[in-house]
C-alpha cells in the first residue's frame, strides 16, 4: 500500500519557502519565496537579503535608526522581489508561496510577472497602509490571495537519514 502521510502541494511549495528562508542574514525577519508554474514546476525561489555585491557585513541590520539609512530598509531585497528576479521561466499563471502578506512594492511586481496567485502564512501586518494597498491592487488586478492552513505543522530534516 502507498504511503498516506506525504504533505501536500501547498505544504511542499511552502516548505521550499521557509527553508530558503533559512539563508537569510537578517537577525530579526527571515522570509522566502518560492514561485511555481501551473504544472507544479518550482520556476523561482529567493530570500530576504542585500543585492549582490553589498556586504551584508557593511550595511545595517537595524530595524530604527535616527536615520533611514542607517537602517535595514533602504537596502534589503524581499523575497518576492528575488524568487521574480531568480525565475527560470514566464511567470504568467503562476503562484507564488511566501511566508509573509507582501508588502506593497512586491505586490507590484508580482502583478507585473503575471503572477495570479499568492499563497502565504503569516498575515501580521494587515492593519498596515502597505498591506491594505497590496490588498487593494491585488483585489484589482485579479490577483487571488489565500491564507495557507495546514494539517501538518511541522516538518523536520535529518541529513544523516535517507531512506
Known amino acids: 500500500m502507498k504511503r498516506k502521510e506525504y504533505i501536500s502541494w501547498d505544504e511542499y511549495f511552502m516548505g521550499i519557502a521557509l527553508l530558503s528562508a533559512k539563508r537569510s542574514k537578517d537577525p530579526s525577519t527571515q522570509v522566502g519565496a518560492c514561485i511555481v508554474n501551473q504544472f507544479n514546476k518550482i520556476v523561482g525561489i529567493g530570500y530576504n537579503g542585500f543585492p549582490i555585491g553589498c556586504s551584508d557585513d557593511e550595511l545595517p541590520w537595524q530595524r530604527e535608526a535616527n536615520e533611514i539609512n542607517k537602517t535595514?530598509?533602504?537596502y534589503v531585497v524581499h523575497a518576492e522581489a528575488n524568487a521574480i528576479l531568480n525565475s527560470t521561466k514566464d511567470l504568467h499563471g503562476g503562484r507564488m508561496y511566501v511566508g509573509l502578506f507582501?508588502?506593497?512594492?512586491?505586490?507590484?511586481?508580482?502583478?507585473?510577472?503575471?503572477?495570479?496567485?499568492?499563497?502565504?502564512l503569516s498575515?501580521?501586518?494587515?492593519?498596515?497602509?502597505?498591506?491594505?494597498?497590496?490588498?487593494?491592487?491585488?483585489?484589482?488586478?485579479?490577483v487571488k490571495c489565500r491564507q495557507l492552513r495546514v494539517k501538518i505543522k511541522k516538518i523536520g530534516l535529518d541529513f544523516d537519514r535517507v531512506d
Open 72 to 74: 535595514k530598509y533602504p
Open 102 to 120: 507582501p508588502c506593497n512594492e512586491c505586490a507590484k511586481l508580482i502583478i507585473q510577472s503575471g503572477i495570479c496567485e499568492i499563497i502565504f
Open 123 to 142: 498575515d501580521k501586518y494587515k492593519d498596515t497602509d502597505s498591506h491594505k494597498a497590496s490588498k487593494r491592487m491585488f483585489k484589482m488586478s485579479g
